[in-house]
């Protein structure tokens, strides 16, 4: 089993960059596979990977994720291209429709049928980096522009076919567009005891494209800490989970939320949201069920995790993206190396 670490989030700013910096090179001698990174409102997920190319060597840097809402495709073409040009090809592109109040509110573009213009905005990437003049005619996009004196344009740079293009994505419609078209999926809200919740639609992509689950990375993360205390794991995790059910989203639209529902978490998901969006934050963190926590991330004992790895590989996981915490730096580097030493041995000796 791969691994792979984040950086960025909605709300980071740059602050501790050296260190994000330096723990991104150890990342690297340690021999993590992936370092993804987001973008919502803070720094976007370009130019730290952009940065980061430049001092690493074997980690492949992936956006996760691109949002499709905040460039049209044929910039996010030349973008793939000029990382991947300036990574030695280590550059991998992750995309995803994001959600209606930061499209709508951020971008000012419009979120309805987000999945067409997924899909479309796939098409066009694959005929821009394939080098094909780009011409397209499609709901959302259409190339050139009519009426005008565009013309059907091709990108200067060298084509790359085959950069790895990864979809975040969680309905069953998305899922199964994912198997259709993606490299790779980068997956959130995942239990692997509810797999098929996901893997079931995305197989249905994929025999569309006649492929199987050996062509298409799956890619899902979660905290992993290792120790005795498990009640504190669990109690300092809820937070991040009642923010998820409640706060990633509107109280009309919050795909994760769904996704949970799908999974049989119904009530607790409803309660959750209902709690968060009425103001009464720490109710739903309390509300939380302790399965949803354990069941989401690797924590507890070593044995625990172990479990929890079996569980992630027998659904069929090829790439973990862990997240590991620390007082400092130093202190979540140390953490990183156990983390990723013990899902090295682990799958060596599931071998």
Known sequence: MKTGIGIGSAYYNG???DELVQYTIDADRMGVDYVWSAEAWGMDAIVPLAYMA?????????TGIV??????PSMIAMTAQSLATVSNDRFVLGLGVSGPQVVEGLHGA?????LGRLRECVEVLRKGLSGERLQYEGEHYLLPRPGGEGKPI???????PNLPIYLA?????????TGELANGWLGTSFIPEH?????????????KSRRTMADIDIQVGGSLEIGDDVERMIEARKPAMAFTLGGMGSAKTNFYNDAFKRAGYVDAAEEVQGLWVSGKKEEAIRRV??????????????????ERLGAYRTAGVSTLRVSTGGRDWKERTATLEEAVDLIKRDTEAAA
Do not use: C, H, Y
Not at 54 to 61: F, S
Not at 110 to 114: D, E, G, I, L, T
């Open 54 to 62: 430049a001092v690493t060597k074997n980690i492949k840097l992936g």
């Open 195 to 207: 797999a098929d919740v996901f893997l079931e639609p995305l197989k249905k992509g994929l025999e």
């Open 289 to 306: 069920p302790e399965e949803m926590v354990l069941k989401t991330n690797l924590i507890g004992t070593e044995d625990m995790i172990r």
């Open 169 to 177: 994505t969680l309905g069953p419609k998305s899922m199964e567009m």
């Open 15 to 17: 602050e501790d960059w």
């Open 67 to 72: 949002q499709i809402s905040s460039r049209v």
């Open 154 to 160: 091709k990108l200067s740079q060298p084509p790359r």
């Open 110 to 114: 419009s979120f309805a049928k987000p």
